[in-house]
């Protein structure tokens, strides 16, 4: 069974940073894309940032130049550094992962459950 688990949200001030991380375990023949949405109260889920095997990144454009998402692929673990935060990056982070399994040899997306940032003064 593919597991997700995230670590590193909290409340963090205007201006600070913050690193999320999340690490995939279970049986894993190899992930592809690797990549962190966020949904704040009310608002719809969007792509923050995505990173590919090869380590090819796309981001939000709200989030250029103080996000910066990064993996290590021998740990199976995707990172979400996030610098300069503002009040509107305030909301659930969830990973995402491409993974294709061992028990099928199929490819899905395996989300974790998800991690609470919280942006203020």
């Known amino acids: 069974q593919v597991q997700l688990v995230e670590s590193g949200g909290g409340l963090v001030q205007p201006g600070g940073s913050l690193r999320l991380s999340c690490v995939a375990s279970?049986?894993?023949?190899?992930?592809?894309?690797m990549g962190w949405y966020r949904q704040a109260l009310g608002k719809q889920r969007e792509l923050v940032a995505d990173?590919?095997?090869?380590?090819?990144?796309t981001y939000l454009d709200s989030v250029k130049g103080r996000f910066t998402i990064s993996r290590d692929n021998a740990k199976k673990t995707v990172y979400l550094q996030m610098n300069s935060v503002k009040p509107e990056d305030t909301a659930v982070y969830s990973c995402?992962?491409?993974?294709?399994?061992?028990?099928?040899?199929?490819?899905?997306?395996?989300w974790g459950q998800g991690t609470q940032v919280t942006v203020s003064s």
């Open positions: 995402v992962a491409a993974v294709r399994d061992r028990a099928t040899l199929q490819l899905y997306n395996y």
């Open positions: 279970g049986g894993i023949v190899s992930i592809n894309d």
């Open positions: 990173i590919t095997s090869g380590g090819t990144t």
